[in-house]
Each structure stands twice: as C-alpha cells, then as structure tokens.
C-alpha cells in the first residue's frame, strides 16, 4: 500500500531528460599549398565544387616517367577528393601544342627526313658531320650545365665512334654494302648534330604550318593512350593552345589595357615591376626568392626567344613574353601587334580562365614549374582579373629521380612510360607512388619497385585467402557465427585502422601512412586466420568478407583496382567482358575435391604413381592455366586464380630454391665424406709413428718414436713433452679404434 500511495505521489510518469553525446572532433582535409609552404584547411569557395586546373604535357617527345609521376599522382588526389571525400570536382587540363621546344624539334625533324632522303653520297656525309660537329663543339664548350655538358660529350663521341669507320671504308673502298652500313650507323648517330646544323642552315626557310601541328598532334596521341594504360582518368575538358589563339589574344589585350603589359617591336611582355607596385599585387607569390634567377627566366621563356635582340626588347630582364612576334621559320597567327604567336605562360591563364572563371581552387602542376612559369601563370592571371586569389590552392608534386639520378627529356635521361609498362603492371607503379608522398621526390629504382610488388603480392594473398574462405559452402544461417573474443578484437582493430586511414587522408593525403595501415590491417587478419585454421574452427566469413571489401574499396579509390569485383584484384586482366573468377571457380572446387578424393586413395593404396600425377597437376599443369592449389594437411585445398607469369614465376623461384637446398645437401655429405676419410686417414697411423715426418720440428726420438729433441739438438722441455704425450695418448686410441674395426670389417 506505501509503495502504491509513493507511486501515487509522484503524479504522472514522464521520460527522464535525455542529454546528446559530446561526440569527438572531425579532422577536416588539409593540403600543402605551395601558396604558403605550409597544410591548410581545404575550403572550397562554393560549397562542395571544386574547379581544378593541372598543366599538361608540351607534346614533342614520348611521354616519360617524370610525367607519369605529375600525372598519376594528381590522378590519385583527383579520386580521393572525388570519391572518399565526395566532392564535386570540374577537372581542366591543357595541352602545349604551340612551344619553343615544338617548332624547334618539329624544324629539325622535318630537316632531317629531307635530308636523308636526298640521300647524300658518303663523302658529302663526311664532310656535313664534320661541319656540323664543329657547330657542336662551339655549343659544347659554352655549355656551364655539367649535366648538359655531359650529355653533349656523350653524343660528340657516340659520332666520333661511327664517324671513324665510314672514312676507313670509303678510303680503303670496302665493299658498297659495308659502306652504306656504316654510312646508316652514322646518319642515325650524327642525327643531333646534323639536325641542329640544318637547323642553322635552312630552319627560317621553313614557312607552312602544318610542319608544327603534325609533331604535337601525334605525341598528343601517344600521351593519353599512356595515361589509359596508367588507369588516369581523361580531364573533363582539355584545352589546345592551337585552338585558343583568339581567346589568348584577347587576354594579352586586357592585360595592357590594364597597364601591365607593354608592346614592343612586335612583341608584347608582361611589366613585372608595374605589377609588383601595385598596392593590391605580389609578383612571385609562389618563389619570392628567384626573381631575378636570369637562368630560370630564360628558361621559361624558350630557346628561341633568349637571342640578343629578343631581350633587348624588354623594359627590365624579369619581363617576360606575353605575345612573341614570329621570326623566319616559327608558325604565325594574326594579332593587334602583327603576326606572332602566344607565350608560353599566357596559354594556360587564357585557357583556364576562359573555362574557370577569375578563381580556381586548386591549380597542380609538377614542382620545377613553380618559378617562372606557376608564377608568371599568377601574375599576368591577377593582372587580367584585377585580383589577387586566381588561385585558392597551389599544389605540386614532387621530382622524380632514376635510381637516385636527376630524370630530364633534355638530358636524354628519361624512361618513356611504354618502356616502364613492359617492366611493371600500371597497378604496379601506382602502388609505388602510392607508397610515397606525393609532394615529395620518388626514386624510380629496382627497390622501389620490388617493394610496390611484394606489397601487391601481400594484399593479393590475403584477398585470394579470403575468396576461398567465403567459397565454403554453408546455408542462409550458417552464415552469421557467434563472435567469441578474437573476432571481438579483429573487429575493434579494424575500425581503429579505418579511423588511422581517414587521419592520414586528411593529413594531406598520405597515401604512405594509409597503405602501412592496410598492412597492419591484413597482417591481423591474417593472424587471425591462421589461429582459426589452427584450432580447426571456421573462420568468421562476415567480418572477413567486411575488411576485404573495405580494402577493394580503398585500392579502387586510389585507381589501383579498376574492376566491380567486390572483392581484390580483378583476375584476367581489366578488359575482360565477364568474370573469370565467378565463371571458373566451379569447375575448379569440383576439380580439386576430386583430386583430394583420388589423393587420399592412393595414399592408403599406397600408390605412389598416382600421388606423383597429382602433384604434377598442382605444380606443373595449373600453372600454366594461372591457377594455384595450395595443400594443407587436415584441411581442405585452397584454390586461387592467380596471374600466369606470377605463378610462373613463383614455380622458377621454388625450383631454384629446390635445387640450392640439393647443391647444399651435397656439398655437406661431400664434406662429411672428406671429414670421415680423412679421420680414417688419421686413425691408420701408428702412434710411433706420428712424429717422425716432422723432420722441422725434431731432430731425435726414443724407441717408441716420442720426440726427445728439437731441430737444434736441444732436449724438449717438460711442457712440451707434456703437450705432445697427450696428442701420443689420443692418437694411441685412435689406432686402437681402427684395429677394431679392421677386425670387425668396417674400415673402408
């Protein structure tokens, strides 16, 4: 009754206050910006859009590793900004189709093929190499760059090495085939010399146009079938400078309408110093300290455009060329200012201007073209807008050295990307960039390389072990497993990797630190795993299946799984029109439980025969088909679809290690034999005598051949004696021994 009336008492039952959660702090995105040299917070200015521009290639030469080094690695920014951070990105590239670099090497080729097809007579060779290579040794010797220097030096006797030969033959008059042998050889390798010297010669004699847009237009080919071999994604627009000359006139135009640009004798250049007075201007925001590098500057302004008279044109030597009136022998469009061409850094503010706007949120570029080209890109950019944010974030991705050396196309030093294609697979590399820093250096090494590889390996391993779990049959229930503490503790550590990857996501996007993370990440499972097998238990399929696809998720973020597969990497190649895998695996489980059957039967028949064919089919057979079987004692085979040439390769390797253990087991019985004989040998000798052939030691002995005396006559000293009765007394045994055994029949 108390309790009723207390009840009572306290009138009508409501719910208790509920208080939220204080929750914990969300990490937001922070990226390096070369604006400041330090990581900010990445805002957008408009919600969750985000325009980007990124520098393309100058198309005159194969596309190279330092190119897949920008590439790829803003392809890797690009999805992870898309697709794990979810933003809305507009992605601009451009192609440089109008250079210095383009009309000079598009000059010389076409000088070139003229010249060999006119097919000149080996004298006539001769003598233009020797003309020529005097052009070269004035170059040479002018050049200060040691890099450069060397690679000239290399050249200059590359053509000295074929240069030689051809004379010899056509002085003694060796056969007309062995001549025009060595008459090829030198052409292609006097092909720099020779170019550069025509080049001199006739270069301004080269007037039509279609010379200059035919070269660009096939590397421009080549480069984006390189970045579809890469998996890099195609921008959303791609800009030509070709097609933007009215539009990059019309640039130049404003900017001296605003009074930053001046013309001059044709041309038009930028007024650095004008700029910089401005109360609401900076000139080199990006590299303050290299205003005034003259050799930067030239540079940037091309080879074509350093000559005295061009720099003469200039207000101050920091100027640079919006508009470049043409000489003989450049390509030419019509302007205000006459006939003439763009600059180089005016293409890009002309052309992301006229697709971004006044403001951009990121522009990306490799790190060298910060000074002058990031920089001038800016200031002309905030000349034209009458701001000072045409670009919120300036990203740039670090060099890329060859195995600890500097990476350059004029150098000659360069590794085409269809060359590191025949090496590695574009996962591969990707996994390799992956594994560094995107705005730091990466050494393109042998190193590098098998560790990107192994690292492939591992998380294929553990993908494959995974399939193979999830293939067990079971029913609809049996599906779901109790949980007991280990798949507590897997569980736990997986969710604190996930949290680890999205800090190192937002840390500037280290894919360096995430990749350990997925490390860490499998290694447990795999622990797990083997715990489970150990003990015979099953191990959970949910959990497993939820890490492994966690893990595809992220590798297809990052580009390196390009398939829809929920789980690993795609077997079969990308551009298989089904799944192998779902398609195969059937036949293959059904094939390997009938192997198991047909194995344990001969093992109880003992029929070796039987046991032997079986092993050939793991080990010599599927192979060949990229499939692995993989035998536990006590547990069912484990079936994996594997890459051919890795199985292959993996077969090679087990072999020779097989045939390194047998080399080794052989030489340990053949030393054991040499041991054995030669105790045998010792074990013979009597102990009397032992001493007597060693005449440099002694000189007298007693009736049972002891030593008494050394070589000088002297008597032994008593710890000699003492030393050496105890060698007699072993040595006695020893003879004993071998008596024994002559007895017994056994001393051979």
Not at 65 to 85: E, K, N, P, T, V
Not at 199 to 208: A, Y
Not at 487 to 503: S, V
Not at 578 to 605: C, D, H, W
């Amino acid at each position: 009754m108390a309790a009723a009336a207390a009840e009572q008492g306290k009138g009508k039952r409501v719910q208790p206050p509920w208080s939220p959660p204080e929750g914990t702090k969300h990490s937001r995105l922070c990226l390096y910006n070369s604006l400041t040299r330090n990581k900010e917070v990445f805002q957008p200015q408009n919600g969750q859009k985000v325009l980007w521009y990124c520098c393309g290639p100058t198309v005159y030469d194969a596309s190279h590793m330092g190119h897949a080094r920008s590439y790829i690695s803003f392809d890797i920014l690009r999805r992870i900004l898309r697709d794990y951070f979810k933003y809305d990105i507009f992605y601009c590239m451009n192609i440089t189709d109008i250079d210095d670099k383009i009309i000079k090497r598009a000059r010389q080729n076409y000088l070139f093929e003229r010249y060999r097809e006119n097919k000149s007579a080996p004298d006539q060779l001769l003598e233009d190499v020797k003309t020529a290579s005097e052009l070269f040794s004035v170059k040479l010797n002018e050049t200060t760059d040691p890099d450069k220097k060397q690679m000239l030096e290399r050249i200059q006797n590359a053509v000295k090495s074929a240069f030689d030969p051809l004379q010899e033959a056509v002085q003694v008059k060796l056969p007309a085939e062995e001549i025009n042998r060595c008459h090829e050889i030198l052409l292609e390798e006097a092909k720099d010399l020779l170019s550069d010297w025509l080049d001199t010669k006739f270069g301004s004699q080269v007037i039509d146009n279609s010379i200059f847009s035919k070269l660009p237009k096939f590397w421009e080919g080549e480069f984006h079938k390189d970045m579809e071999a890469l998996n890099v994604l195609p921008p959303d627009v791609l800009t030509r400078v070709s097609e933007y000359v009215p539009e990059i006139v019309d640039f130049v135009k404003k900017i001296v309408d605003n009074g930053y640009g001046y013309v001059s004798n044709g041309s038009v250049y930028f007024d650095t110093m004008k700029f910089d007075s401005s109360e609401k201007h900076s000139y080199a925001k990006l590299v303050p300290e290299a205003v005034g590098d003259q050799k930067a500057l030239q540079e940037g302004e091309g080879d074509l455009s350093i000559s005295a008279d061009r720099l003469s044109e200039k207000h101050s030597p920091n100027d640079f060329a919006l508009w470049k009136s043409s000489k003989p022998g450049e390509p030419s469009w019509d302007s205000p200012w006459g006939k003439g061409r763009p600059g180089w850094h005016i293409e890009c503010s002309a052309m992301a201007g006229s697709i971004l706007g006044e403001s951009m949120d990121i522009h990306g570029g490799g790190f060298d073209l910060r000074f002058p080209h990031h920089d001038n890109e800016l200031a002309q950019s905030e000349a034209y807008f009458e701001n000072d944010h045409w670009v919120r974030y300036f990203l740039h991705t670090g060099h890329l050295t060859i195995a600890g050396c500097k990476m350059s196309k004029s150098l000659k030093n360069f590794i085409t990307i269809k060359d590191a294609l025949k090496k590695h697979t574009a996962r591969q590399l990707r996994l390799a960039f992956l594994m560094h820093s995107w705005k730091d250096t990466l050494d393109y090494s042998n190193n590098t390389m098998e560790s990107a590889i192994q690292y492939e390996k591992f998380i294929n391993e553990f993908f494959l072990n995974v399939k193979d779990i999830l293939r067990a049959p079971t029913d609809v229930t049996g599906q779901f497993q109790k949980w007991e503490n280990q798949e507590a503790e897997l569980n736990k550590n997986f969710y604190d990797k996930k949290a680890a990857i999205h800090e190192a996501l937002c840390d500037n996007i280290d894919t360096r630190s995430v990749l350990e993370e997925m490390r860490s990440l499998v290694s447990q499972s795999n622990s797990y795993i083997a715990a489970k097998k150990s003990s015979r238990q099953m191990p959970n399929r949910l959990l497993l299946e939820n890490i492994s696809s966690y893990l595809s998720q992220m590798l297809k973020i990052f580009g390196a799984i390009e398939s829809d597969d929920a789980i690993g990497f795609p077997v079969g190649g990308n551009s298989q029109n089904i799944n192998i895998e779902s398609t195969v695996m059937p036949y293959l489980q059904v094939l390997s439980e009938f192997r198991e059957g047909v194995r344990q039967i001969a093992r109880e028949k003992k029929v070796t025969e039987v046991l032997q064919l079986s092993d050939a089919l793991r080990d010599d057979i599927l192979p060949e088909l990229g499939v692995r079987f993989e035998d536990h004692e006590g547990l069912p085979t484990v079936v994996k679809l594997v890459d051919k040439d890795t199985l292959l390769k993996e077969r090679e390797e087990k072999k020779k290690i097989e045939e390194e253990k047998k080399r080794k087991k052989e030489e340990a019985a053949r030393k054991k034999q040499q041991q054995e004989a030669a105790k045998l040998a010792k074990m013979k000798i009597p102990p009397h005598e032992m001493f007597k052939s060693e005449h440099d030691k002694y000189s007298m002995f007693d009736e049972n051949g002891f030593p008494t005396h050394d070589t000088e006559g002297k008597e032994l000293s008593k710890g000699q004696i003492k030393k050496l009765k105890k060698l007699y007394e072993t040595q006695e045994k020893l003879y004993k021994e071998y008596l024994q055994m002559v007895q017994n029949g056994s001393a051979n």
